[in-house]
């Protein structure tokens, strides 16, 4: 489970009948928009030069919602897994795919696991948290929090200048989610060529939210920034993260790393964002900055060494079935909401107190 | 609160009377030394160039140890603070240290904190965290797993080569905690030069964990990664964590990512670790490797711009008081605890199951 | 969320499209067999003179189990609702029933709830739990914990004497689950003669436990009777807990009450069960004994005051709608499956722990 | 760990160094009176003819609070252990005295746990709670939230006729904590008659919770009744509760025990409160009205037969050592605690969902 107020729980196979997610605590009266929802997940299921399984991405409101608000009792939302062909996977329960979970799953569920698709391995269950995330946004926008996620590297492209929050929102329009452009073009060579190859390519994603006030977070336990490697260590694939400058900031000085506070229209801010707008564990008022790396896809067609776990002996496998090439662009929506569950979460933590702050001027 | 089986919260602040750790869910017979206690929080206190607050680090068990082991029962342990000197940072309460979280403190908790030596944000609330992660050392030695970490970068210096679990051992012979000696005095040489210049400087640590059997982890929500990620973030100052190749990953292919499976003496293992020992979210018999990026500690003696919170205007500041140039060496130990902490925990969950698994044959 | 190792959500309304169960922690390799399951439920959904709405009870298993067998991943049941008539409902949002839910559900969601047929409040609910229940069933099987629950006073009918848990299991050929044939009678003769008057009647039901071992329950805080008591607590309708001889303990001696140790056949046993299988908040291996105390069902035909919300003034309410006379009876099969939930979790706790100790044995 | 938003961990054995209670998530500015908890301390130590050791009750606050309030950060509160002697509870460690958690202990713990003056077993770990209990008070009194508890019945002694809040304030002047004076005579004697045969007595505490807001409570799961059972039973001897009618409503009709809904000055009320203040699991504005049992003191003189463990062998003990002849006086404060700590907590959820609602009218 995500969250202590707004509780967030994923479920479902790649191949069983559906994916989807439990929330526990969201309030009543929260606009869910099915069309928005929608919107989401098919954001979430294209990609560039993505796997061709084709999903309705039509969600099953199976509770918690009424007359288009949340009620404020759990919600279930539900979505049919269709379109699926199980049989390349068979051989993956004896070869593992080197990189994938294949082997780690058999031996921690004994072989009762079900394998087919990925099973809970797959990215077919974060289409359960872009379901979530949609709730959490409109929960947000409540408040004025928006956030938008864009990829920021393919492979060895990278964009390298800052892009502000307007920018990033135009990342939509490039198949890859990339708001630069050139490198746009560039990420897509870099994927295609890849593909050609029968190989898959890494990436970085960056997510932006702004409008939070200073003060979400919990320290000295339940920081911000950590609850938020939390969720988004939910998403497959992903083997770093770092918040505002990350590890660029090892190589630092004090004098150039810290956030100078200033004045603007009477207002205090900070004059620069290194810091990736949190401060020991707390929302310091300035955009939250987040950037995720992810490893390629493992799934590839070239041919790679594995080991047959039933026959114990070394072999080759090529990975046949339908994979992304490349998974960042889609993972943009799905990172984008496993963020607005956390701040959902600490918002509402937050509320909690701003209310209780102003029982003591009675 | 981290852990489900092994829970740890900690409590305290910097001149405040003690800080603390309470450790709930510890089975019954693990040994609790307090020699051991204390050499790791010797380890803690010992820097290079760092603060020269002085604390005798001697543990008091206040709760949850008999006769030298554990009870199974809530385990508190206790140190005293001492040695403190609040004066210089009165000031703080109204021009807030760039960088820090002095300002978001005072936000949050609307003036109500305790500002004294940071407070709660003061690196002193990781010796709780070293001294539960003692206890979780001692669980994890019964099933052979060890951790160790070591000072791979300050500033510009970088460890670039591998190093084996034994290697990273002998860092504590360095006064960096880095285990390659030449790097390790260029380390100095940047820690010095920082400090005489009033700033200080960043790093990068890494850990190693060893001896993991293949399944800690509970996937979809609390993967072994994301709870790694959530304890560290617990530790003031990281801005960055990634697990194996981490941020590399998103340059390579995935034919160069994967970690071919091959037979080493009858049995499965990788023939490369780039994954960092876990697969979906799951450890997978390698050696778990994370590498954390600190931030250089805001606080320094050279000038910097704030803002007045009181008369709300902009202001210069030099932080007078007694700070580390740099963290990473004492944060070494902090790590491996935290790491200790989040595997004794994953570890109880999975040993449920073996159990389980064993009634299965009857 | 009930549980810590086996936890536990259910959702759903009583007429929205389903009601259902999130189970998360199930070890794998426990067998889920379908027609169990739907036997628990069909002895759910049937009571003495209960509500003649049908349910096909037919659970559909969205995720979790693979060849009827848990998979290790999170579980989750759903049952389509069906046979609804919303209509008679409509009023009740506007004239709260008097000792139902309706009013404080209308405060405390703000007018967002799904009201029709009780939403949330609904014995409908239980359905979920059950499901749930026959999966923490076939787990505590495998260690040979067993668990049933019989009535044991409708209205001023009332069994005196102590029941084996043989006998209990006998109940269920009464209809109103009462293993003394005698007042099972008298039972039904209560239920029929309020229903007649258009009114309902309340009731106490009994679950015993056997094959606990020594050791489940981790006090101070999670006591196995204290979350027994919570998970009770979701059953609707409750308004009394007790264990073992509860209440009436209160009026007896220490050297009354307490229960002698003995030896039979070389093992350590009590004599009598007074404590009802727990001290200290910890199973002693004795069968556990809970009695829970039911109200009325407030929803009935007899002329009633309430206020209408919306005119703000006090007027006469008749239910009409579909409800049960009585409820004891059905809630047999669901407090069987709250008390199965919490020893799963328990259990699985428990196991962790003994499977620790055996690794000091190296 | 006991609650969500408000959560509250006990620790520390009867005759180790101290007992005390870890508070996380209390927000900051609730004023912390160093002798209103000394006085609530007090109270709990003092009972009529009660063990005569004597604690001085100071507490030491750990944490968390700073200048007379909290600072919104983990307070620990810690009473010092003092007038302890051990030696009369060697013996129990292979002779369980019966009734008590000496043999589940032994068992459940492996031996490990600390067996001196009962361990965490001991009444002495309610110190803790009622450390809790004093800040939960003072957090309630900002909404105006009040709680008092009294005694109802001691063996036979019954208090039948129902007591207002303010007549129930007024049982802390009886040495039984009984309002009725005449009954409070005969609760005396029972207990100075029992504890001259070497014997110990039962009873009932009745717990009341005055201004509460209508919505505390988040069912399915989290009900306000179920969250109040768990921290009830965490205060040791507990063995049955109830609210409003409890027991005695199993034997009405739905027409006797619902609450007829009227307007009083304009405001919907509840005629009479059988339903004890929750209905659903959400507390409804009236008065939340708990009885809870507690069975006679197990450590009594009078001969009892045990069994030797390390001899295994039946054998006859008696019980040497200081123990109160009756609890349920000094439990009354004890369950007021417990009870605060649930409705701070549940309070907290509430303030989050009113003041998000308030963003809603922007």
New interface residues.
């Given amino acids: ?2 969250g ?2 707004f ?1 967030v ?5 790649s191949h ?5 997610v ?1 929330i ?2 969201c ?3 929260v606009e869910v928009s099915e069309e928005d929802m929608r919107r989401e997940l098919l954001r979430r299921s294209k990609g560039f030069m993505s796997t061709p399984r084709k999903e309705k991405e039509e969600v ?5 919602v ?2 288009g ?8 939302l ?1 979505l049919r897994n269709s379109d699926v062909n199980s049989k390349p996977y068979e051989v993956f329960r004896r070869r ?6 294949d ?3 058999r ?8 394998h087919r698709g990925g ?3 797959s990215g077919r ?1 974060t289409a359960g948290l872009v379901a979530a995330g949609s709730v959490a946004k409109s ?1 947000l926008r ?2 004025g929090i928006r956030i938008a996620a864009h990829t920021v ?1 393919i ?2 492209v990278r964009v390298e200048r800052e892009m502000s929050f307007d920018e990033v929102l135009r990342a939509e329009e490039s198949p890859v989610r990339c708001a630069d452009p050139e490198k746009s073009r560039e990420m897509m060579e870099e994927i295609a060529k ?1 593909s050609e ?1 029968g ?6 994603a960056e997510v932006l939210a702004v409008g939070l006030p ?2 979400l ?5 339940d ?1 911000l ?3 938020l ?6 998403v ?1 694939g ?10 660029r ?15 603007r229209d ?1 207002k ?1 801010v ?2 620069t964002n ?3 707008g949190i ?6 008022g300035m955009p939250v900055k987040i950037r995720v ?8 067609r ?1 041919e ?4 047959d ?1 039933d026959s ?3 072999v080759s496998l090529r990975a046949e079935g339908r994979y992304d090439s490349c998974i960042v662009p889609r993972a943009v929506p799905v990172l984008e909401s496993v963020v607005a569950i956390v701040l959902a979460d600490h918002l ?2 937050w ?7 102003e ?2 001027t ?1």
């Avoid at 608000?69 to 279930?76: A, L, M, S």
């Avoid at 593992?96 to 979970?101: I, K, T, V």
């Avoid at 509320?351 to 702050?357: D, I, P, T, V």
């Fill in positions: 489970m995500l202590v107020m509780r729980s994923v479920f479902g196979e069983g009948p559906c994916v989807g439990l526990e605590g309030p009543p009266g099953f409101i199976a509770s918690g009424f007359r608000k949340t009620t404020g009792t759990p919600i279930v539900l593992p795919r080197p990189g994938h979970a082997y780690v799953a031996i921690k569920y004994m072989g009762y696991h079900d099973g809970i391995f269950i929960l409540r408040q590297q492979g060895k890849a190859e190989d898959s390519s890494g990436g970085v200073v003060g977070g919990e320290p000295p336990i920081t920034d950590g609850d490697c939390k969720a988004i260590m939910v497959p992903v083997k770093g993260i770092e918040f505002g400058d990350g590890f900031m090892a190589e630092m000085r004090g004098s150039e790393a810290n956030d100078p506070f200033v004045l009477g205090v900070m004059e290194r810091s990736g401060n020991g564990g707390i929302s310091n790396a992810f490893r390629p896809t493992p799934s590839i070239k790679q060494r594995t080991v776990l114990v002996e070394e509402l933590r509320l909690s107190w701003m209310k209780f702050s029982l003591g009675k």
